[in-house]
T-cell receptor
């Protein structure tokens, strides 16, 4: 079957660094995306890794290892506004035929003062 | 860029009734997606369109669900004979064809079936 595994919750203090891991087992793989969703809000795109390595976007970085079927999202210099759910999502079809994302269950990040 | 909009934001209906939701994507986006999200879970793919063509439909989508995008712009999702298990947040997203890595989500329609 197909699955994405990520921790259900992570708690950290303001200013800290948090790493959210995502392991996946899918029939096809063409890339890993990360989305942020605040309570009651819409998912918002954060980053995408199509190749192995690290992608950095401001305080957020995302990493992919295709050989390990593993990726992570790194949140640095945590702020209270980073309290939200974070989802990893797999593209499992080629880019020219790609239609859907397969999402994990999400990781609730709680930032405390 | 006004973003993706969805209407209504909330819908309460009795079991057995039909409901229809509307999604207006970002204007230059060719692709439009429908997802369903329940509490504590990630969005689940339902179906997607490229322009007016429906290219894929999830096995999750029973015959009671139908989606259209008649002119390649807005889309509607209809659920017939609603069941309590249909209660969820229905999310619409849109993207460009190239690049297509980022999907832009609307605020969702929360459906409650009583």
């Amino acid at each position: 079957g197909q699955s994405l595994e990520q921790p259900s919750e992570v708690t950290a203090v303001e200013g800290a660094i948090v790493q959210i891991n995502c392991t996946y087992q899918t029939s096809g793989f063409y890339g890993l995306s990360w989305y942020q969703q605040h309570d009651g809000g819409a998912p918002t795109f954060l980053s995408y890794n199509g190749l192995d390595g690290l992608e950095e976007t401001g305080r957020f970085s995302s990493f992919l290892s295709r050989s390990d079927s593993y990726g992570y999202l790194l949140l640095q210099e945590l702020q209270m506004k980073d309290s939200a759910s974070y989802f990893c999502a797999v593209r499992d079809t080629p880019p020219d035929d790609w239609g859907k994302l397969q999402f994990g269950a999400g990781t609730q990040v709680v930032v405390t003062p | 860029d006004t973003g993706v909009s969805q209407d209504p934001r909330h819908k309460i209906t009795k079991r057995g009734q039909n409901v229809t939701f509307r999604c207006d994507p970002i204007s230059e986006h060719n692709r439009l997606y429908w997802y369903r999200q329940t509490l504590g879970q990630g969005p689940e793919f339902l179906t997607y369109f490229q322009n007016e063509a429906q290219l894929e439909k999830s096995r999750l989508l029973s015959d009671r669900f139908s989606a259209e995008r008649p002119k390649g712009s807005f889309s509607t999702l209809e659920i017939q004979r609603t069941e309590q298990g249909d209660s969820a947040m229905y999310l619409c997203a849109s993207s460009l064809v190239d690049p297509s890595v980022a999907q832009y989500f609307g605020p969702g329609t929360r459906l409650t079936v009583t």
